[in-house]
């Protein structure tokens, strides 16, 4: 076995890889760009090396830099995990020729897949059935047309370097082809830099069922079942699951066969997966898709069903040993599902959400939920790598069970600062058509109007929990500044009084899009009255549990809010509602300011002073409290600085644009 290898990844899948390594007891070393020097991939190897700046063609591409490490690190073979160099005959060759060993199949069968067009020349001798369709070196946009008119519509027209979905067209009628054409040329052309076309019968609502195969150097060969990767949003994975929902013994020992004979046919070494496309109508005829020589994103599934570790597979073979187990000694038990977790807005056409991810809670991995991810709370969603924040996967007994164990566990996901597609996906595998298994490409645009509902109005809880984690807050935030000020008649405990004390009820609007709801919270005794949506609820946050609870209107409700700037994100039984706090005097999170006056918005009674002049006071520290048009707001202080002067007094009434206090910076000063 190796010593140490090099992972010529990032993100999920170096973390996934060195996991496995480091259990074998291989060193590991990380490559990185400018991006990713604190990234959790870095972190986890032994050793790390910087290879450039972010775009990928300045460093995760550059196969030559990689290798160049590899060699000063002393690291005797590369993983190139999946996308980047993954499926890249020329770094593989250049790899060996190096003298280190490249963790995948041999050049010449990455060759042989890597265009779609020469792939299925191969199946084709080979024997597996291929979609009807044209995949010929010809591409005269005349002949096309004239070959996609005898497939007959819809067709697919397809780029044979494609990846990822991308390259694709679907055309319905003969008078849209030379238009579609030259649309996916030009997306070809761009992705892959090879503007090839091939044609295929475009099957109505197939299943993708994908079959995982691993070969050894000394030509032995192996399926480990399938995986059913039918759900799917723009020709893209979404949801995927092993084994395959209604397959039989018969049909798997059949496809297993296909895809064995598919390994053999290229002289095929490593773990590899032979794609499928499945009719949905009549005997649920199978052909040959695409084959990836690669590990695959979701091979997890794979993983769970079977108890095999297809890193650690992946790193035997390549250190020369034999396949670790015979066809007959491998077998599934129970189901798995994964769902793709990406920095995401599905409502905005899944459109990648960038940004800093300022929350992030997952659920607890157990014996029946994984989670593969490379990011942590702090890092950033940048817009040079593939969005996906992680791999979610449960297992269980049977589908039912995985399903119930994934739905719980999506519920416990909590990202804050970036969109995400949890709600997505919780609403995709709670459906009845994916909880009944009738699952096919066409699944999520089919149910299009269930998957993407309007937004519903925060409930009664939602915006009580939400007004009573913000009364919470504000008082911790007041304590704990009376705890750190030395003077025991500090105005900070004025502050936390004067909300112990106070009668009257503060109101705090929260909006969501444009409408407005307003909540009204007033002491009584150690609990709190709130008014919201017309419903009037005795609430309590519940201390001495584990995690954050409120007791609203008598009910335990396990929640939590994340501020963020002015929103805040309510997670409540299993959703998230994301409110803005409407304050506009509220400048607590914003960024660093200068200091000066600070003046009233509107016009209305001075309820607190909580400061006097010469106090020291932190950025964000609550300094006067307003009464106005109802609602109380708290002026806080926009900078550390000194109060400089204060202009009113308790119970003063002060017009719109009043100065009201005043604030020196501390840059300010000398
Ligand atoms: P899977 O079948 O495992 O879902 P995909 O084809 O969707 O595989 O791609 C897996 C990963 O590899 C994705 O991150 C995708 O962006 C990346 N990828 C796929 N093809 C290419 C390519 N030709 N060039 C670069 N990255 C690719
Ligand atoms: P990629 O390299 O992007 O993964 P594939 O050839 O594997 O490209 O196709 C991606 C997806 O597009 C498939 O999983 C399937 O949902 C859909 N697809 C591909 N070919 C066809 C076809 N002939 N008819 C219907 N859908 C297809
Ligand atoms: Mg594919």
Known sequence: MFGKILIANRGEIACRVVRTARRMGVRTVAVYSDADAGALHVESCDEAYRIGPPPPRESYLCGDKIIAVAKRAGAQAIHPGYGFLSENAEFAAAVAAAG???????????LAMGSKAESKTIMGRAGVALVPGYHGADQDDALLRR?????????????????????????ERSEDFSAALVSARREAKAGFGDETMLLEKYLQEPRHIEMQVFADTQGECVHLFERDCSVQRRHQKVVEEAPAPGMSAARRAEMGAAAIAAAKAIGYVGAGTVEFIVEAAGSGAFYFMEMNTRLQVEHPVTEMITGLDLVEWQLRIAAGERLPRRQAEIAIVGHAIEARIYAEDPDRGFLPSTGHIAHLDAPLPSEHV??????????????????????????????????????????????????????????????PAFVGAKLDTGLIARHRADLFPPATAPSATTLAVAALAEITRRRERAAAAAVSSSDPYSPWHASEDWWLNSERAITLTYAVDDAAYPVSVRAAGDAWIVDALGESMSASAATGRESPAFDIAGVHVAAEVVPLGDERHVFCGGEAHRLRLVDPLAHADEEPRQGGHLTAPMSGAIVAVLVKPGDAVSRGAPLLILEAMKMEHTIVAPTA???????????DQVPEGADLIDVEAEADKG
Do not use: C, W
């Open 641 to 651: 600085g000194i109060v400089s002067a204060i202009h009113y007094r308790q119970g």
């Open 370 to 431: 994984r989670i593969d991810s490379g990011v942590r709370a702090g890092d950033d969603i940048s817009r040079y790598y593939d969005p996906m924040l992680a791999k979610l996967i449960a297992s269980g007994a049977d589908r039912p069970e995985a399903l119930r164990r994934l739905g719980d566990a999506l519920a416990q996901y909590r990202v804050v600062g970036v969109a995400t597609n949890v709600a997505f996906l919780q609403r995709l595998i709670a459906h």
């Open 147 to 171: 070959e996609a008119d005898a497939i007959g519509y819809p067709v697919l027209i397809k780029a044979s370097a494609g990846g990822g979905g991308k390259g694709m067209r679907v055309v």
């Open 100 to 110: 280190l060993v490249f963790i995948g199949p041999p050049p010449a069968a990455i």
